[in-house]
């Protein structure tokens, strides 16, 4: 039965309230956020309630919990807590060339330890640099512009619906293909942010701001290193959840919360070792460390409210995109790109990916890559994948690291702009890039 429209009526209330209300009354939002949040949530099961009866309400808000905002929180919060206790310390100064370097390096990672994981390590190190910097907030756009998102899709650890088309049986090495999309997007924005950045960086030189140079500019030191052995342990960690479905061991298996609904034994495995690495990475690095990384716990408090409220309100709305996505009249790659980009942009983008590869694969094609879902065309698969991954940088909810990023750089004294304006940005200077991508690589 197909989910009526009105259910959605929640999730579109909760992004109206990331949107507005920081800049209607900032104050009411900080204090009240979390009431807010509650409230969109509880009115989501109400309406789902009413339609379906309690029971499926709340069956539907913890099969959001349980399957969806659990494993999505604990990897966000062992990803910060690792990274929080790694410092890059030097006297390197964010000029634009250093500051290219950074979002280069960062955005490279993304594919080999998560773009959660980039951004957790590298972000500390980008506003230490700009730290004597006015004008910052640009830098940290780009940033969740290229490591947050882009960087993270050449493997499926790169990002969630990487992992999951994986899951499906795409190979793990293919998505390697894409490395031409990401380095034409990355190419791109990197020279857009250049020139920005060294606009801005004369800027501040004219009216007095200068970095330390009291010290050699070339001196960098790396504590806490040891972390990296548990930020390895943390992409095991999701790289297992996706391997041990194969094996029937696992397969059905897990913790009941209700009658019909259970924790599975892979995620319970996934979030043991990431919460495992979490413990043994504080127990092993001195306070002094995420003193001077000016650790708090305001940023994962603030993230991990507001998406619980976002993963609960959204089930309807994943709902009807399920209904809705084999009945949609799309065939061609450059429709996959832009439908998965933009519903991702709002949506979970691994629900919104599956919908889509289900889509492509009751399509009938007879040549392409095998999936359990059926044969898609790599050209389609390439398109899904991509605006998955590419277009989660559309909006500050559109992939778990991009609000982090935020937060953090709010608690570090960065003015970052509003939801709406954030999608300025995004609509500005993402969208020509996007629209290159569907014109040379999924017409």
């Not at 590419?390 to 953090?408: E, L």
Request: aromatic share 12%; with cysteine; proline share 6%.
């Amino acid at each position: 039965m197909q989910e009526p429209l009105w259910t959605c009526i929640p999730f579109v209330g909760m992004l109206l309230s990331i949107a507005l209300f920081p800049i209607l009354n900032p104050r009411i939002w900080e204090k009240h956020m979390p009431l807010i949040t509650g409230f969109w949530a509880v009115l989501a099961v109400v309406l789902l309630s009413v339609k379906y009866g309690i029971a499926s309400g709340l069956e539907t808000a913890a099969d959001g919990i349980v399957n969806d905002y659990l494993t999505f929180i604990v990897l966000l919060l062992g990803l910060y807590c690792v990274a929080g206790n790694i410092r890059f310390e030097g006297d390197l100064a964010g000029s634009p060339r250093i500051n290219v370097f950074l979002l280069l390096v960062g955005t490279l990672l993304s594919s080999f330890i998560g773009t959660t994981g980039s951004s957790m390590l590298m972000i500390r190190p980008v506003i230490q640099m700009n730290s004597w910097r006015t004008r910052r907030h640009h830098i940290m756009i780009f940033f969740i512009f290229l490591i947050s998102n882009i960087g993270g899709c050449l493997t499926p650890v790169g990002d969630p619906p990487l992992l999951m088309g994986f899951m499906q049986g795409v190979p793990f090495a293919w998505s390697f293909r894409l490395f031409p999309v990401m380095i034409l997007n990355t190419a791109v924005l990197l020279f857009v942010f250049y020139r920005i950045d060294r606009k801005a960086y004369r800027k501040d030189i004219e009216e007095g701001c200068r970095p330390d140079l009291s010290k050699p500019d070339t001196t960098l030191k790396l504590e806490g290193v040891h972390n990296l052995l548990f930020l390895l342990m943390i992409i095991c960690a999701v790289l297992i959840s996706g391997i041990l479905p194969n094996y029937a061991f696992f397969k059905g298996k897990g913790i009941p919360i209700t009658p019909t609904l259970k924790f599975p034994l892979t995620s319970v495995v996934e979030v043991a070792i990431i919460l495992l690495s979490a413990w043994l990475s504080f127990r092993t690095t001195p306070r002094e460390v995420r003193r001077r990384n000016h650790f708090t716990w305001g940023a994962i408090q603030e993230v991990a409210v507001l998406f619980i409220g976002i993963f609960i309100t959204m089930q309807p709305a994943l709902i009807v995109l399920k209904h809705l996505g084999p009945e949609m009249d799309i065939d061609k790659p450059y429709q996959m790109f832009v439908l998965t980009g933009l519903l991702s942009s709002f949506l979970d983008n691994t629900p919104t990916y599956m919908v889509f590869l289900t889509t492509a694969g009751s399509l009938h094609f007879t040549q392409g890559i095998h999936t359990l879902l059926g044969t898609v065309p790599a050209e389609m698969l390439a398109a899904i994948s991509c605006g998955a991954v590419f277009m989660g940088a559309n909006t500050y909810i559109g992939n778990a690291p991009n609000f982090m990023v935020k937060s953090m750089s709010d608690e570090n004294g960065i003015r970052m702009p509003s939801f709406f304006g954030y999608m300025k940005w995004s609509v500005c200077i993402l969208g020509p890039v996007f629209l290159l991508d569907a014109l040379l690589f999924f017409r």
